[in-house]
């Protein structure tokens, strides 16, 4: 598993309450909900870290 870094995220609360409910409706954790959306946009762009390149079951 790759090391995690924390770091705080300055968002503009109806976004956060959006992400919170769709953490809620995919049952992710809003962390996971950010690291999930995050990754998505890395895969679109072809820009994901190397050692991520393996997709994992919560992929959709």
Do not use: C, V
Not at 3 to 25: G, H, Q, T, V
Not at 31 to 51: A, H
């Amino acid at each position: 598993m790759a090391k995690k870094k924390a770091f705080a995220l300055r968002i503009n609360e109806d976004m956060l309450k959006a992400i919170e409910k769709w953490a809620s409706d995919e049952f992710r954790s809003t962390n996971g909900q950010i690291e999930w959306m995050l990754m998505q946009y890395l895969k679109e762009n072809k820009r994901q870290p190397k050692s991520s390149k393996k997709s994992t079951s919560s992929d959709s």
